[in-house]
């Protein structure tokens, strides 16, 4: 069959990859000029260093098939994350750890008692069900904390008040009465040691995978193939008929110093006054190298107007309606299957998006085998 698919991030790719395997053509388009969407890396001119050019990727799993296939396309190095935060003049450490917990207070608690100190005399226990992302803070942090580094972070990553926003996002983030800093739990953890472009290249390399880039999607070449996978915008699809899913976009504002800037990857600014939420530097990404040189993004969050690359879904009640709206006319259409971040509307770590690229593959030739039709998303976004 001719497939075609439409992004060159790790959807595509992994898709691509799977379905090239099977014995199919695949024709893979990117608006860009680089495979990889906004995994993308690539070295600074001047410097040298590997810069996560759509902001940090760190690669993260317990999928051990997830973790065993990005292996076998390229190195990883080993990397923990370890994020800073800055708040009220100090430099904390996160996720709120027992070091957090005894910087902020002033104490030098031992697990079992941070855990009683934070439970009995903070945490606003009257919460049983936390439905908010302010009453998960308070719930299991209290207000002292979750104004340090929560409340104001969280203004200036998604533009409104943490009461509006669910629960969810913050149980992203683990609260920890031991001196556990690494940011994710996961029991793979990573980054590749050329970046994640070499990466997708490799999965891409294939001689029934032909990769087009600066190419827009346009509804005429669906007609050319016997099936398209899109990792665009879902409501782009359908050229905006409903009006427009709401994102967070992100800009950077890039700078160089020599040596070492801040001395870690990324430094969060929990306050609301500092305008930005965060700074990375991007050296400390690649700690097996060696630059004279280093390069810092300043990140901004704001709201995603139509010339602005989509980053973050933002997934509240009207936006929830609108999706609803949009996959009833996905359903109804044939011959296509959304995938990735954009196509399903859905926040995705790297690992999860990988996981459904291959199930979305497989779910494909499986239905093929058993002539039945493809459904427009292989796993519901609602
Ligand atoms: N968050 C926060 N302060 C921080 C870090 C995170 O308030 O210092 C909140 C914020 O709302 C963010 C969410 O926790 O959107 C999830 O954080 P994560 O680090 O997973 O966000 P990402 O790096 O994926 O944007």
Request: hydrophobic share 35%; net charge negative.
């Amino acid at each position: 069959m001719n497939i075609l698919l439409v992004g060159a991030g790790l959807s595509g790719a992994v898709i691509g990859r799977t379905l090239a395997e099977a014995g199919h053509q695949i024709t893979i388009i990117d608006g860009r000029d680089h495979i990889g969407g906004n995994c993308h890396t690539e070295r600074d001119a001047d410097t040298g260093v590997m810069v996560h050019v759509y902001g940090p990727h760190i690669f993260h799993t317990d999928d051990e098939d997830v973790w065993n296939y990005v292996n076998s396309f390229t190195t990883f190095m080993p990397y923990k994350n370890r994020v800073k935060t800055t708040s009220q003049k100090q430099v904390f450490s996160l996720p709120i750890n027992l070091h957090t917990i005894n910087q902020y207070y002033g104490k030098t608690m031992r697990p079992d008692e941070a855990r009683d100190f934070i439970q009995n005399d903070i945490a606003d226990t009257t919460i049983a069900d936390p439905q908010t992302f302010e009453e998960q803070a308070l719930r299991f942090v209290g207000p002292d904390l979750y104004e340090a580094f929560f409340k104001g972070y969280t203004i200036k990553q998604w533009g409104v008040q943490p009461s509006e926003l669910p629960a969810s996002i913050l149980k992203r983030l683990p609260v920890r009465f031991n001196y556990d800093d690494n940011y994710f739990f996961h029991r793979f953890q990573g980054m590749p040691e050329n970046g994640y472009t070499p990466m997708i290249a490799a999965i891409l390399d294939h001689p029934s995978i032909t990769v087009t880039l600066n190419t827009m999607f346009d509804p005429a070449m669906a007609d050319a193939h016997d099936h398209v996978f899109y990792s665009g915008p879902l409501d782009g699809y359908f050229d905006y008929q409903l009006g427009r899913l709401g994102y967070r976009t992100l800009d950077f504002e890039k700078f160089s110093a020599t040596g070492d800037y801040q001395g870690c990857a990324v430094m969060n600014y929990g306050e609301v006054d500092v305008p930005y939420t965060r700074i990375t530097e991007h050296k400390h990404f690649s700690p097996w190298e060696d630059h004279e040189g280093t390069v810092c993004y300043r990140e901004f969050s704001r709201a995603c107007t139509p010339d602005d690359i989509p980053y973050y879904p933002i997934r509240q009640v009207k936006e929830k309606a609108l999706l609803g709206d949009y996959l009833k006319l996905a359903e109804d259409t044939t011959g296509v299957t959304f995938v990735g971040r954009l196509g399903t509307y859905r926040y995705l770590d790297m690992d999860v998006t990988i996981r459904e690229a291959m199930d979305t593959a497989d779910a494909f030739l499986a239905a093929q085998d058993a002539g039945t039709a493809m459904p427009a998303f292989v796993k519901p976004p609602l």
